[in-house]
């Protein structure tokens, strides 16, 4: 979990920029610089998160024998878990660039409804699916959390680019 927070933070430094820039976009009458500069720091963000996240794909292995040294099953699950993360962390930084600019267009209903939806109607149910009904455990629920992300991304993606 703290590997995760530590592969999450840097999006949300993103998130927080682009919460910033884009009220100031569309207040002064610059909307023809909204879309650019999202997709800079989309390109900023997905760019150090792939840095980090790949850093952490790469080393997947070694963080997992270090906090699990005795039980081997246990760090190769870990290991498979933590690449699943770096992996959705790619689509998450696209997302909390999105979530940021959306909410700087001061449209944050649409974040909360799309949120409250795909958490209950991606999420949960194909966690269920893939840890218990499916046999895949832990993995199972990582594997539901990268087909979320995606969701997510896509959602916001839709949502901000259609305006």
Not at 43 to 67: E, N
Not at 69 to 76: K, M, N, Q, R, Y
Not at 77 to 89: R, W
């Amino acid at each position: 979990l703290q590997i995760f927070n530590l592969a999450y933070l840097p999006s949300i430094g993103f998130l927080i920029t682009a919460s910033i820039l884009v009220p100031r976009l569309v207040e002064h009458e610059t909307n023809y610089l909204l879309k650019p500069t999202v997709n800079r720091i989309c390109w900023m963000s997905l760019g150090v998160i792939c840095l980090t996240s790949g850093t952490l794909f790469l080393s997947a292995s070694a963080v997992s024998r270090f906090f699990s040294p005795t039980d081997a099953i246990v760090a190769e699950q870990a290991t498979q878990t933590l690449k699943l993360v770096c992996c959705g962390q790619l689509f998450s930084s696209v997302y909390m660039v999105l979530r940021g600019a959306l909410t700087g267009c001061r449209d944050t209903r649409f974040i909360i409804y799309e949120g409250l939806l795909s958490s209950y109607l991606i999420f949960l149910p194909l966690a269920y699916l893939f840890a218990i009904q499916l046999g895949y455990g832990v993995y199972g629920g990582y594997m539901a959390f990268l087909l979320w992300c995606m969701t997510d991304c896509l959602a916001l993606a839709f949502r901000f680019y259609r305006q």
